[in-house]
């Protein structure tokens, strides 16, 4: 059974960071995309980052590029999304996907149909 768990998620002052971590259990990356997305009270879940683990291509939403980064830790198994310079307006439920044997390039990697497994979520709340 796959399971991810994220992890590092908490409260934050603007202009602060915070490292999420994702670790897979019952499933091995190869050449998977894995994913970031968030939801926020009230809004749909939206994409954030993404990265294919097999060649390491990263994706962002345009509101993070620049302030967020996805990396990857291959013997770890997990993956990570670094967010610095966070600003009230990140503040959400933040959760970690995974699609299925495919690569981001190979897929629609900003659309949360896509995944196949997903973490329960990690509360990041910045505060003004």
């Known amino acids: 059974q796959v399971q991810l768990v994220e992890s590092g998620g908490g409260l934050v002052q603007a202009g602060g960071s915070l490292r999420l971590s994702c670790a897979a259990s019952?499933?091995?990356?190869?050449?998977?995309?894995m994913g970031w997305f968030r939801q926020a009270p009230g809004k749909e879940r939206e994409f954030v980052a993404a990265?294919?683990?097999?060649?390491?291509?990263?994706y962002y939403e345009d509101s993070v590029k620049g302030r967020f980064s996805i990396s990857r830790d291959n013997a770890a198994n997990m993956f990570y999304l670094q967010m610095n310079s966070l600003a009230p307006e990140d503040t959400a439920v933040y959760s970690c996907?995974?699609?299925?044997?495919?690569?981001?390039?190979?897929?629609?990697?900003?659309?949360?149909?896509?995944?196949?497994?997903w973490g329960q979520g990690t509360q990041v709340t910045v505060s003004s």
């Open positions: 019952g499933l091995t990356f190869r050449s998977n995309c």
């Open positions: 990265i294919s683990w097999g060649t390491g291509l990263k």
């Open positions: 996907a995974v699609v299925r044997g495919l690569g981001c390039s190979n897929t629609d990697y900003y659309t949360e149909k896509t995944y196949a497994y």
